[in-house]
C-alpha cells in the first residue's frame, strides 16, 4: 500500500511555480512544501503575500475590489490594491440623480411675473425709496437746527498777537556800543515771549534838528550799516518775527518833526524812505509825536497808502502823546488799518472807577475800527502802573480786543528811567545780576536775582512766565483773536467782561482795581443769551501765585484778593 502524501502545514497554500517567460532566466527552483534551507528567504515572501491574498478573499464581499471581466483590468485592479488604491465606479443613475440643472429661462420670467412675486417687488421697492427718503429728510433736519458757524473774519499779522517795541537798541542788550549785528542773538528770547513783531528804532541817521544831515535811508554807524539791518530782517523772518522800522525822523531833536516850514520837505524824504525801506523787506513803519506834525491826518493817509499799495500785508504805527479821546479818534479814522498808540488808558490814573468806563467808551467810540492797547506810546509799563497792578494790566492788556503793544523789559516789570514827555535815555535791560556791569549807565538801585530775565526765566508764578502764557493764549484762542466784547455788571472796585466767539471756547476776565479784598457779583443781565454765564467755570490763571489753577470755581461765590486778575475758561453751550 503507497504511503499517504504527508499532509501541508496548517495556514501554508501551495502556490504553483509561474511558468518562465520567454526572456527569463533559467527557472528557479520551485520549493517544496516543507522548504529547503537554502530557499527559507524566498518562501518567507511568498507565505507573506499568499496570507495576504486569503485574508483578503476571506474579506466581505461588499470590501473586497470590485473585479472587472477581463484578465487585463483583474492585473491592474491587483496593481492598484498593492498600491493602496481602489477605483469604484459610480453606476450612471446615481451620478444622473446628483446633476442639477436649475431652472431654464422660460420657467424664470414665469415664476418672475406671477402676482406673488410681483407684490414682493413692488413693497420692496416702495420700502427702499421711503427709507432714502427719511433719511435724505433728517439729513436735511440737522442741518437746519444745527448750529450756523460764523464767517471767520480776515485777520493781519499783527491782529494775531502781541507786538514787542525795541526803542533803544543798545539799552536792550546792555551794552553801550551795542549793533544790529548783536541784536541777532536775542531773537531767540523775543520768539520765546510769542510775539508778533518787533518794533525796532529809530536807527536811521539823524543829525539833531538839522533836516539836510538826516538820511532817512542810511542806517547810523553807530548801529551798523544797511547790510546789517538787511542781516537782522533775514534772521528775524527765519523766526517768523516781522520788523518794524521807527521813521520817526529828528528822534533826536527837540520837535521829532522838524520845524512846520518843513513839513514838505519831510514829507519828500519819508515818501521816499517808505518806498526804499519797503523794497529791503521791512513789514511795517511807526512814527510817533504826531500831534507836532502839522495836517497829520492828512499826511498819515498818504503814507498808509503807500504802504498798502505796495502790500496789504504792511503795518502803520502811528503815535502820540495826547490822550483827549477826540483828538485820537480823529487820527484813528484818518486811515484805515491804522494802529494809534497813545496814554489814553494812563490819563485818569487807575481807580477802580475809571478802568471800565475807559475801555468801553474807546471801544464804542472806535466802532469797527481795530484797536491797539498801550499805556503810552513808547513807555515802559512801570511809568505808569505801580508794581502792585504790572500783572493785572498784563492781563488786561491780552484779554482785550485788539493789538497789545508791549516795550522792551515790560515782560520782567522794569523800571523806567526815562523823563515824562521828552524822549530820553532808556533802562538798560536786566538780563541778569550783571547787566550794569557793561555799560556806564548809572544804576537807579542794587540788582537782585527776580529782577532779571535770568532770575524769572521758568519759575512758574513770575511775571516773565505770566506774560509767557497770556501771549500764547491771545495767539490761539479765537475768542481773544477776534471774539465780541461784553462788559459785565459787577461788584465794586470791579472791572469784568466776556470774550466770546461762536462755538469756541469763552474767556471771563474779573480785574480787583482796588486794595482790598472784595466778593465778585457777576451779573449777566446785560449780555445777550449766547453769553450767557455758567453756574461754574475752569480758573485758568490767577495774577495771585497763591491760588490753585486748573480748578472749577462757583462763579457766584467768588471772591478777589486786592489787586488781583483772574481768567476763567469755559465752553459754548448751543
Known amino acids: 500500500m503507497d504511503p499517504e502524501p504527508p499532509e501541508p502545514s496548517a495556514g501554508v497554500v501551495a502556490a504553483p511555480c509561474p511558468s518562465p517567460g520567454p526572456h527569463s532566466g533559467p527557472p528557479d527552483q520551485c520549493p517544496s512544501a516543507g522548504g529547503d534551507s537554502g530557499s527559507a528567504g524566498t518562501m518567507s515572501q511568498d507565505t507573506e503575500v499568499d496570507m495576504k491574498e486569503v485574508e483578503l478573499n476571506e474579506l466581505e464581499p461588499e470590501k473586497q475590489p470590485m473585479n472587472a471581466a477581463s484578465g487585463a483590468t483583474v492585473a491592474a485592479a491587483s496593481d492598484a490594491e498593492k498600491n493602496g488604491l481602489v477605483k469604484i465606479k459610480v453606476p450612471d443613475n446615481e451620478a444622473e440623480e446628483a446633476k442639477f440643472t436649475g431652472l431654464s429661462k422660460e420657467e424664470l420670467l414665469k415664476v418672475a411675473g406671477s402676482p406673488s412675486w410681483v407684490r414682493t417687488r413692488w413693497v420692496l421697492l416702495v420700502l427702499f425709496w421711503l427709507g432714502w427718503l427719511g433719511m435724505l429728510a433728517g439729513a436735511v433736519v440737522i442741518i437746519v437746527q444745527a448750529p450756523r458757524c460764523r464767517q471767520l473774519p480776515t485777520q493781519r499779522w499783527w491782529q494775531k498777537g502781541a507786538l514787542y517795541r525795541i526803542g533803544d537798541i543798545q539799552a536792550f542788550q546792555a551794552q553801550e556800543a551795542g549793533k544790529l549785528t548783536g541784536l541777532t542773538e536775542y531773537l531767540d528770547y523775543v520768539s520765546t515771549l510769542k510775539v508778533k513783531g518787533i518794533v525796532l528804532g529809530p536807527v536811521h541817521n539823524n543829525q539833531k534838528d538839522d533836516l539836510a544831515e538826516t538820511n532817512l535811508q542810511q542806517i547810523d554807524p553807530a548801529f551798523g550799516s544797511n547790510k546789517d539791518f538787511e542781516s537782522l530782517l533775514q534772521s528775524a523772518k527765519k523766526k517768523s518775527i516781522r520788523v518794524i522800522l521807527d521813521l520817526t525822523p529828528n528822534y533826536r531833536g527837540q520837535n521829532s518833526w522838524f520845524l512846520p516850514t518843513q513839513v514838505d520837505t519831510v514829507d519828500t524824504q519819508m515818501q521816499a524812505a517808505l518806498k526804499f525801506w519797503l523794497e529791503a523787506g521791512v513789514d511795517g513803519f511807526q512814527v510817533r509825536y504826531v500831534e507836532n506834525l502839522t495836517n497829520a ?94 500783572r493785572l494790566y498784563q492781563l488786561l492788556l491780552f484779554t482785550l480786543p485788539g493789538t497789545p503793544i508791549f516795550s522792551y523789559g515790560d515782560e520782567i516789570g522794569l523800571e523806567a528811567a526815562a523823563l515824562p514827555g521828552q524822549p530820553a535815555e532808556a533802562p538798560v535791560m536786566l538780563w541778569n545780576e550783571s547787566s550794569f556791569l557793561s555799560t556806564s549807565r548809572p544804576s537807579s538801585g542794587s540788582v537782585s536775582a527776580n529782577m532779571t530775565v535770568k532770575g524769572q526765566d521758568g519759575i512758574p508764578g513770575s511775571l516773565l512766565s505770566l506774560f509767557r502764557q497770556l501771549s500764547g493764549l491771545r495767539s490761539k484762542e479765537r475768542a481773544l483773536l477776534h471774539g465780541d466784547f461784553h462788559a459785565l455788571s459787577s461788584g465794586t472796585g470791579l472791572f469784568s467782561y466776556v470774550r466770546q466767539w461762536d462755538q469756541n471756547n469763552r474767556f471771563l476776565v474779573v480785574l480787583n482795581f482796588g486794595n482790598v479784598r472784595v466778593p465778585a457779583t457777576l451779573e449777566a443781565d446785560s449780555l445777550p443769551s449766547s453769553a450767557s454765564l455758567p453756574a461754574k467755570a475752569e480758573l485758568l490763571l490767577s495774577t495771585e501765585p497763591g491760588r490753585k489753577e486748573g480748578v472749577s470755581l462757583e462763579l457766584q461765590q467768588l471772591n478777589l484778593e486786592p489787586n488781583e486778575g483772574l481768567l476763567f475758561s469755559f465752553p459754548s453751550v448751543a
Open 297 to 390: 491826518s492828512t499826511y498819515l493817509a498818504k503814507w498808509q497808502n503807500i504802504t498798502q499799495n505796495f502790500s496789504e500785508d504792511r503795518l502803520l504805527i502811528a503815535g502820540t502823546d495826547s490822550s483827549d479821546l477826540q483828538q485820537i479818534l480823529k487820527l484813528l479814522n484818518s486811515t484805515e488799518d491804522l494802529l494809534l498808540t497813545s496814554p489814553y488808558l494812563s490819563s485818569a490814573g487807575f481807580t477802580k472807577e475809571h478802568a471800565k468806563p475807559l475801555v468801553t467808551e474807546y471801544l464804542n467810540a472806535a466802532g469797527n475800527h481795530w484797536c491797539s492797547w498801550s499805556l503810552s506810546q513808547a513807555g515802559l509799563l512801570t511809568s505808569f502802573v505801580p508794581a502792585s497792578l504790572l
